[in-house]
């Protein structure tokens, strides 16, 4: 699990200790285990937000862990050309190679710590696909796609990529010098990420190795989510147990606290965690398939406008495959 490494963390930035006067350590109201699925032509995934009521993950949608898996030669597998309006697709990339291209001209190759940032708006087209020569010869992958929800003045905001490379995310340490952190969206500590956002939120990937403390201070007004993606430890005011495969929600507080084990299994030798929080966006969500938006309504039109042919033509592209799939079926739990 490469992402962004350092040589020497002690260089870095240090997250400040809190001052135990003013900080209050977020207790966690709920812990969640991800099942397991299918996207697109049949890579594995994990459903993070699984379980997880909509109201507890605002301004999140979807959360999927893509892998980890080893594949053989002729085995990896992406998803054919779909379309998405209403959101902000997030994809960041651990292990492996995706190529991402979109019927608004963006587009590019991610690998180890890179994101790509696609805000859907009023419609958008596009594919997400192993290069051809990871699918003949095979190898590791390990993703997230995340989805941001766009509040209703911004629904219909013009489409726009951006390509975020893993040198570009703000470092960190924590006091103790045991964890890394990788701050991609919103901001830390007086530390900013690289990735721009519609709607206000924090999106960071911290690595803590054995028996290390992060206390990460939280916008008070953020809601906050933790998805311990390897490893154990302990998360919460209260350190409660949580294990690969987990989701944390936290309750109100403006500071988040996390202990990895002392002693880790050897396939996974730190604690990762990929913490998210933003500000709830309140508003009614109608959600079917790859349309979020605020009314019933608005999902018929957005399926209207997508067999109309008004959310973007498929780019010529040399061998690229021209099908279009687009799921009839509403998510689980959305009242779709």
Request: no cysteine; net charge negative; glycine share 12%.
């Amino acid at each position: 699990m490469p992402a962004v490494t350092v040589d020497d963390i002690t260089v870095l930035p240090r997250i400040p200790v809190p001052d135990p006067v003013v900080a209050r350590q977020r207790p966690v109201r709920g812990l969640t285990d991800a099942p397991r699925g299918f996207e697109g032509e049949g890579f594995p995934v994990r459903r993070a937000f699984a379980g997880v009521l909509l109201e507890d993950l605002d301004p999140f949608i979807h959360l999927d862990q893509m892998g980890e898996v080893e594949y053989a030669p002729g085995e990896a597998k992406g998803t054919p050309w779909h379309p998405h309006r209403g959101f902000e697709t997030v994809t960041y990339i651990l292990d492996g190679v995706f190529e991402h291209a979109d019927s608004n001209g963006g587009g590019g190759v991610i690998t180890n710590g890179d994101t790509q940032w696609m805000t859907a708006g009023a419609g958008i087209l596009h594919i997400e696909k192993p290069p051809e020569w990871l699918v003949a010869q095979g190898g590791l992958f390990l993703g997230f796609q995340l989805w941001v929800n766009l509040p209703r003045d911004q629904k219909l905001a013009a489409p726009r990529y951006q390509d975020i490379r893993a040198g570009e995310v703000s470092l960190l340490s924590s006091p103790d010098g045991g964890t890394l952190v990788r701050v991609i969206a919103g901001e830390v500590a007086g530390h900013a990420g690289p990735g721009s956002t519609y709607t206000p939120m924090t999106l960071v990937h911290a690595t803590l190795a054995p028996g290390a403390t992060l206390t990460i201070p939280w916008r008070a007004d953020y809601n906050a989510l933790a998805y311990v993606l390897a490893g154990r430890g302990t998360v919460g005011a209260e350190r409660r147990p949580a294990r690969t495969g987990q989701l944390a929600v936290f309750g109100p507080g403006n500071a988040l606290e996390f202990v990895a084990d002392r002693v880790q299994d050897s396939n996974a030798p730190t604690m990762d965690v990929l913490i998210l929080g933003g500000r709830p966006i309140r508003e009614p969500i109608a959600w079917m398939g790859p349309f979020v938006m605020n009314t019933r309504d608005e999902v018929i039109q957005a399926f209207s406008d997508y067999q109309a042919g008004r959310l973007g033509t498929i780019p010529a592209v040399h061998n690229a495959p021209t099908e279009l799939q687009v799921s009839q079926q509403p998510e689980p739990g959305t009242g779709a």
